[in-house]
T-cell receptor, first 111, second 113 residues
Framework: KQEVTQIPAALSVPEGENLVLNCSFT??????LQWFRQDPGKGLTSLLL?????REQTSGRLNASLDKSSGRSTLYIAASQPGDSATYLC??????????FGTGTQLKVEL | DAMVIQNPRYQVTQFGKPVTLSCSQT?????MYWYQQKSSQAPKLLFH???????NEADTPDNFQSRRPNTSFCFLDIRSPGLGDAAMYLC????????????FGPGTRLTVL
């Protein structure tokens, strides 16, 4: 059974700081890995998707990496802003279209 | 433009009173999913449709049913809601296989009194 773990569970940083969120998964037989953002009481917004054959993806200030063999991914956020405050969820897609989520990292970027 | 729409955004029901949550999509995607997310927990897949083929997760309670009358719409029926069913219910779609991005709706927050 696939298990996804995210560390840290919560993170508070001052505005402008670069930061890294970590995700690990137990079964390396995945199709892809996605990073999502969730604002309080809202749905999920897909930030980046990395296919299993890829090593990284970039979108603006976000960069996600994938090391499938070691079961790890990182989400790098450059020059953080208060608007980046949200919960960030990592999820992997395995067999049967099943997306398995981590419990998320709650990020707060302070002025 | 909204791509995955969920109605209502907030639903209050009484213990044991059936409730239906609605999801519609303008993406013409083949696959539609329903997830349950309890407070401070990861979303948990309940079931999904690949076209008209229904795929139930092994640990989804029988209390939860789903219907997909056409490509655009999918419904989640909770036959006899219990207090433990209070959660955010998320609908998602993807074009085809698990290799594709899943697009999520805004969710329906269900309260059971």
């Amino acid at each position: 059974k696939q298990e996804v773990t995210q560390i840290p569970a919560a993170l508070s940083v001052p505005e402008g700081e670069n930061l890294v969120l970590n995700c690990s998964f137990t079964d390396s037989a995945i199709y892809n890995l996605q990073w999502f953002r969730q604002d309080p009481g809202k749905g999920l917004t897909s930030l980046l998707l990395i296919q299993s054959s890829q090593r990284e993806q970039t979108s603006g200030r976000l960069n996600a990496s994938l090391d499938k063999s070691s079961g790890r991914s990182t989400l790098y956020i450059a020059a953080s802003q208060p608007g980046d405050s949200a919960t960030y969820l990592c999820a992997v897609t395995g067999g049967g279209n099943k997306l398995t989520f981590g419990t998320g990292t709650q990020l707060k970027v302070e002025l | 433009d909204a791509m995955v729409i969920q109605n209502p955004r907030y639903q209050v029901t009484q213990f044991g009173k059936p409730v239906t949550l609605s999801c519609s999509q303008t993406l013409n995607h083949n696959v539609m999913y329903w997830y349950q997310q309890k407070s401070s927990q990861a979303p948990k897949l309940l079931f999904h449709y690949y076209d008209k083929d229904f795929n139930n997760e092994a640990d989804t309670p029988d209390n939860f049913q789903s219907r997909r009358p056409n490509t655009s719409f999918c419904f989640l029926d909770i036959r006899s809601p219990g207090l433990g069913d209070a959660a955010m219910y998320l609908c998602a779609t993807s074009a085809a296989s698990g290799e594709d991005t899943q697009y999520f709706g805004p969710g329906t927050r269900l309260t059971v009194l």
